[in-house]
Structure formats: C-alpha cells, structure tokens
C-alpha cells in the first residue's frame, strides 16, 4: 500500500514497487482517513508512508498499523526527515525511515529485503 498525497511521487512509487520483483501496489490513499479505511478492509505485506497528507497525517497511521498483528513492513517517506521525527516514527513503529529528497531509492532495497529469506542458524 502507498499512501502519499503528491500525484507525482505516488506514481514514481508505483513504478519503483512495479521494479521490485514479487510486489504489486494493491492500494493507495491521499489522505489519512482513505488509509485507515483501506487498513481495515485489508491486509498488506509493506506500507509505504508519508507524513504529511492532503488531510491528516501519517502519524495516526503508523499508530494503527502498529497494533496490527501480523504487522507489515512500515517505511516512512517523507520531506520531514528530522532527527526527533525520525525517532518519533520508529517509536510507533515504521522499520524504515527515509527522506524523500536523497533515499528515494531504498525503498525498492528495504522491499528486496523482505522478500530474501533470512539465513537459518
């Protein structure tokens, strides 16, 4: 799922996810209420989220997704890349935390990661 309120940057996700073997976007939202709906009707693997929303925030979202069993793989892309909002993210929740302007990119690594098995002990 992709939730991002920019037009231009929820289709540059939508390819980057297309490029990931394995992973297909079945949902997007614009605003915080679209993904808390789509939350509740289905379940995802990855969510992809943005702080800043045409109508609230990514914020609640992360809370919800945080009481989610299983829970899927939470990563923040967002402009708002500072230090006390990036420990703010992690403590509700989200694996990963990237900034929009320079780490773009690692959201297609942190989907590849998922996808390779862990080595067994």
């Known amino acids: ?17 297309a490029s990931c073997e394995g992973f297909e976007v079945s949902a997007e939202a614009e605003t915080e209420a679209e993904a808390l709906a789509a939350l509740q009707q289905h379940r995802f693997d990855a ?49 990963h935390f990237f900034d929009k302007s320079n780490e773009f990119d690692r959201v297609a690594q942190a989907l590849e990661a998922l996808r390779s098995p862990t080595p067994s002990a």
């Open 47 to 95: 969510v992809v989220v943005d702080l800043q929303l045409r109508e609230g925030n990514g914020f609640a979202v992360l809370r919800a997704l945080s009481s989610r069993e299983p829970r899927p793989l939470t990563l923040v892309l967002t402009n708002t890349s500072t230090r006390p909002i990036r420990e703010r993210c992690l403590a509700l929740g989200a694996h």
């Open 1 to 17: 799922m992709v939730i991002e309120d920019s037009r231009l940057i929820r289709e540059r996700l939508l390819d980057l996810i």
